[in-house]
Every structure is written in structure tokens, then in C-alpha cells.
């Protein structure tokens, strides 16, 4: 999913899910990890295409839900590599607080 922040940041946002209690849902094998900038710029990748964006214009972002508690947890990413967890919902609104300078 993408979404605009309210400091005008593109977060693309893949979310995994489970019913299964105590079950971390993980990230899809492939060729190419999951959510790294090779896979977003993917010539088939429907979202990126559509919108014409490419993994430099973007934040990463992944959330793990579990619809058996339920409970979230949301991790987010300047750079594709390093993750870093989100402690307050507050943290969405603002990606480009990622960035390192």
C-alpha cells in the first residue's frame, strides 16, 4: 500500500497478517528481499508502475498484525536496509524524521 504523510513523505507499507496465536508472520521469499529497493523498482511491481515512482522517492514501511490478540507492530525504513520501530503512532505521520544527516 502507499499512502501520503501529513509531512508530504510516500510511505510504501506492506502488511503481513495471522490468526495463528504467538505466529510472526514474515515477509514473502523471493528472489529479491522483500521491500528492498531492487524489489520495489521492479518493472512489475502494479503500485510503483502506476504511480510512477521509484524506491528513491519512498519510505519503506512494515507491519505485522495479529488478528488473534489483537495486536500491531509497524517498522519503518529510509534506506530499505535498516528498520526502525515505530513507538508512537505519531511516528507515521512524520517519515522524513528517518532521515539522517
Known amino acids: ?27 514473502t521469499p523471493s528472489r529479491l528481499r522483500q521491500m528492498s529497493r531492487e524489489w520495489l523498482n521492479q ?3 502494479p503500485a510503483m508502475s502506476e504511480w510512477e515512482l521509484e524506491a528513491d522517492d519512498l ?6 498484525v495479529d488478528l488473534a490478540t489483537p495486536a500491531y507492530r ?3 525504513s529510509e ?6 520501530p515505530v513507538i508512537d503512532s505519531a511516528q507515521l505521520a512524520a517519515p522524513r524524521a528517518l532521515d539522517s544527516d
Open 43 to 45: 518493472p512489475d511491481n
Open 79 to 84: 534506506d530499505f536496509e535498516a528498520y526502525v
Open 1 to 27: 500500500m502507499l499512502f501520503l504523510s501529513p509531512d508530504e513523505a510516500v510511505l510504501a507499507l506492506e502488511v503481513k497478517g495471522t490468526l495463528r496465536v504467538g505466529a510472526v508472520p514474515r515477509l
Open 59 to 64: 519510505y519503506a514501511g512494515v507491519m505485522v
Open 74 to 76: 509497524v517498522a519503518l
